[in-house]
């Protein structure tokens, strides 16, 4: 049995596709098997936020561009996919960006597609499951929704602007600072940014 690491990663329709898509391409390059799932809107998102980012004879997957012989697309619609049993055991899922809506059918128990069936089983495996929330102002039902997520073990990583580490190359090394603490909580080593105390 292959000692690789095994992470999901949902991609919902919020804002935020640049952060999946650089924690995707570190965790490959970390040599970890990445799980992709994601929602009709999410492709959207993508495709706006992301734009034609295909080569010249590079084949399109859920992110143009993006291929490699670890990481493994299913659709929302796929329930036969590994993520969808707790047998399969994923070593941790993160959801990046997540809709309220996402959160709020996480909160609630609702499996309704792929993405949302594998969350459920992370939290009832007691496996770990990192949402990346993408809303403001959060209202008070956001708020309620995200702590019934945290009071079942889910960790909640909104992607928050960082200044002390004095970012000079704008969005991109905000970007690496965000996927730096999700790194940091599915425990994959890196140095994304300069850390505090260490600059």
Known sequence: MSDRRRIGVGITGASGAPIAVRLIEVL????????????????????????????????????????????????????????????????AMVIVPCTMGTIGAIAAGTSDNLLRRA?????KERRPLIVVPREAPL???HLENLLRLARAGVTVIPPVLTFYQSPGDGV??????????????????????????KR
């Open 119 to 123: 969350a459920d089983v992370m939290i």
């Open 139 to 141: 209202s008070e039902i």
């Open 28 to 91: 490959l390059e970390s040599d970890c098997e990445v799980h992709l799932t994601c929602s009709k809107a999410g492709r959207l998102v993508i495709q706006e936020e992301l734009g034609p980012r295909q080569t010249a004879g590079t084949p399109g997957g859920m992110i143009p561009g993006l291929q490699h012989d670890q990481l493994l697309e299913f659709s929302e619609r796929d329930f036969y996919a590994p993520m969808a049993s707790g047998s399969s055991r994923l070593d």
């Open 172 to 197: 991109a090394e905000q970007i690496d600072f965000v996927v730096s603490r999700i790194l940091d909580h599915v425990g994959i080593d890196n140095d994304l940014y300069a850390r505090w105390g």
